[in-house]
């Protein structure tokens, strides 16, 4: 059981800093002229992110073979 909420923990936590590099970029974007490069970067470190959370995701909702 301490594992599950382990993992709940750990998902709010990166949906948490998803949605923080989100506004991130957004702000970086909307004031022109903006570093390309940290953009890109940003955006690759949000889609690791959203990667983690859906093996996290996975994990706490394991598909059932019927």
Same mark, same amino acid.
């Given at each position: 059981?301490?594992? &599950?909420?382990? /993992? $709940? @923990? $750990?998902? %709010?936590?990166? !949906?948490?800093?998803?949605?923080? /590099?989100?506004?991130? &970029?957004?702000? /970086?974007?909307?004031? %022109?002229?903006?570093?390309?490069?940290?953009?890109? @970067?940003? $955006?690759? @470190?949000?889609? %690791?992110? !959203?990667?983690? *959370?859906? @093996?996290?995701?996975?994990?706490?909702?394991?598909? &059932? *073979?019927?």
């Amino acid at each position: 059981m301490d594992d &599950i909420e382990t /993992l $709940k @923990r $750990k998902l %709010a936590e990166l !949906k948490s800093e998803h949605r923080d /590099l989100d506004d991130v &970029i957004t702000h /970086l974007v909307e004031n %022109a002229p903006f570093d390309q490069l940290q953009v890109q @970067r940003l $955006k690759k @470190r949000k889609l %690791a992110l !959203k990667d983690e *959370i859906n @093996r996290v995701e996975n994990q706490l909702l394991p598909d &059932i *073979i019927a």
